[in-house]
């Protein structure tokens, strides 16, 4: 039991017919967001840096990058099957698993709710320095969060491990969801009132920002859920199911292409969604 990380490591040996099956899912599943991933991820961090878009997406910049690490996570935990040389440097990138893509989104729902909710507020801190600073510190936040994971993988503390992951992963989903639903709120209401065109834009533009919000909420929810259930049911029975681990692998994965892709919509360069 004390085998199973975030990325469920290797089983024992004897395992059964269901369990090797599991574990080749969740093998193709990595590998293909190590084949997927890197690609997408990398197109989009060209398109901020060369599109002068790095103020607007800076915080999206960070969880592009932070993704390419948890891509790289997936490759070492595939090779690590028949190595275990990469061991301690997967158990480090599992900080950016657990960490890293949930802090970024946190920023980016503030963010988003300042401007929606607090547009005074928003102006005062819109200056690229703030959102360095911000980014910074959530930096630094991801590194200790690294060095954590690396201790507590490597010394096979799995009910420390569950408690570290569960709790992260539960109060940033709260945080944002607090800001998405007063996000979605304001938007909902109506604004001054204003006649033609110019109302008829307004209205289109909060229709295309609330579908937006709502997508995020959604694929948060996807997320982070599963997981957070499956590490209560661990720290409660001290048992881990492989399948529920599996499956809430495959949801946070999955899930991580959401927002690349509505990305590259907003910037036309996905082709199948582009009008």
């Given at each position: 039991?004390?085998?199973?990380?975030?990325?469920?490591?290797?089983?024992?040996?004897?395992?059964?017919?269901?369990?090797?099956?599991?574990?080749?899912?969740?093998?193709?599943?990595?590998?293909?967001?190590?084949?997927?991933?890197?690609?997408?991820?990398?197109?989009?961090?060209?398109?901020?840096?060369?599109?002068?878009?790095?103020?607007?997406?800076?915080?999206?910049?960070?969880?592009?990058?932070?993704?390419?690490?948890?891509?790289?996570?997936?490759?070492?935990?595939?090779?690590?099957?028949?190595?275990?040389?990469?061991?301690?440097?997967?158990?480090?990138?599992?900080?950016?698993?657990?960490?890293?893509?949930?802090?970024?989104?946190?920023?980016?729902?503030?963010?988003?709710?300042?401007?929606?909710?607090?547009?005074?507020?928003?102006?005062?801190?819109?200056?690229?320095?703030?959102?360095?600073?911000?980014?910074?510190?959530?930096?630094?936040?991801?590194?200790?969060?690294?060095?954590?994971?690396?201790?507590?993988?490597?010394?096979?503390?799995?009910?420390?491990?569950?408690?570290?992951?569960?709790?992260?992963?539960?109060?940033?989903?709260?945080?944002?969801?607090?800001?998405?639903?007063?996000?979605?709120?304001?938007?909902?209401?109506?604004?001054?009132g204003e006649r033609g065109r110019e109302r008829g834009e307004e209205n289109h533009m909060k229709r295309r920002a609330f579908h937006l919000i709502l997508i995020t909420t959604?694929?948060?929810?996807?997320?982070?859920?599963?997981?957070?259930?499956?590490?209560?049911?661990?720290?409660?029975?001290?048992?881990?199911?492989?399948?529920?681990?599996?499956?809430?692998?495959?949801?946070?994965?999955?899930?991580?292409?959401?927002?690349?892709?509505?990305?590259?919509?907003?910037?036309?360069?996905?082709?199948?969604?582009?009008?």
């Open positions: 039991m004390n085998n199973y990380t975030l990325y469920v490591t290797k089983p024992e040996a004897s395992v059964s017919v269901n369990s090797t099956m599991l574990q080749t899912l969740e093998t193709c599943v990595l590998a293909i967001n190590f084949l997927v991933g890197v690609p997408t991820h990398s197109y989009v961090i060209w398109l901020i840096v060369t599109g002068r878009g790095i103020l607007s997406e800076f915080f999206f910049l960070n969880v592009s990058v932070c993704e390419l690490g948890n891509c790289l996570n997936c490759l070492f935990f595939v090779l690590n099957m028949w190595t275990s040389r990469l061991f301690v440097i997967e158990c480090f990138l599992k900080g950016l698993v657990i960490t890293g893509r949930p802090l970024f989104q946190c920023l980016m729902c503030v963010e988003r709710y300042l401007a929606v909710v607090h547009p005074v507020t928003f102006l005062k801190y819109k200056p690229l320095r703030y959102r360095v600073i911000c980014s910074a510190a959530a930096w630094i936040i991801c590194l200790s969060s690294c060095l954590c994971c690396m201790f507590i993988v490597v010394l096979s503390v799995l009910y420390v491990f569950m408690w570290f992951l569960s709790m992260q992963f539960l109060v940033f989903l709260s945080i944002n969801l607090l800001c998405c639903v007063a996000v979605l709120r304001a938007l909902k209401q109506s604004g001054p959604l694929n948060m929810i996807t997320t982070y859920v599963p997981y957070i259930l499956s590490g209560i049911f661990v720290i409660m029975t001290t048992r881990v199911v492989y399948g529920l681990w599996v499956t809430g692998l495959i949801c946070y994965v999955l899930a991580g292409f959401v927002q690349p892709v509505v990305f590259l919509h907003r910037a036309g360069q996905f082709f199948c969604l582009s009008s």
